[in-house]
């Protein structure tokens, strides 16, 4: 079982993140906010596989579910205001 800051971890080494918070508390089902510049341009489908890739073999055997909010920095902003 993974704690949801062991996945923030795995995120963060992966990817270049501006903001990123991971809840979870049964060890297997996570929701992430993920802020990063390399989501610019990219379709969700995209910003997606980028974290599945993150995070590598874990998904489907540590990682059961993630739910996922993907954000550019500016897209970031515009829901903070």
């Known amino acids: 079982m ?3 800051e062991e996945v923030r971890k795995f995120i963060a080494e992966a990817l ?3 903001h990123l918070d991971v ?3 049964d060890g297997q089902h996570f929701e ?3 802020v990063s510049v390399l989501f610019e341009g990219k379709r969700p489908v995209g ?3 980028l974290v599945y890739a ?3 073999e874990r ?3 540590q990682i059961h579910a ?3 909010k993907t954000l550019t920095p500016a897209e970031f902003a515009q829901h903070q205001s």
């Open 66 to 68: 993630l739910s996922m």
């Open 23 to 25: 809840r979870g508390d």
């Open 16 to 18: 270049p993140c501006e």
């Open 47 to 49: 910003r997606h596989q």
């Open 59 to 61: 998904m489907g055997a």
């Open 32 to 34: 992430a906010t993920i």
């Open 54 to 56: 993150a995070l590598g």
């Open 2 to 4: 993974l704690s949801s």
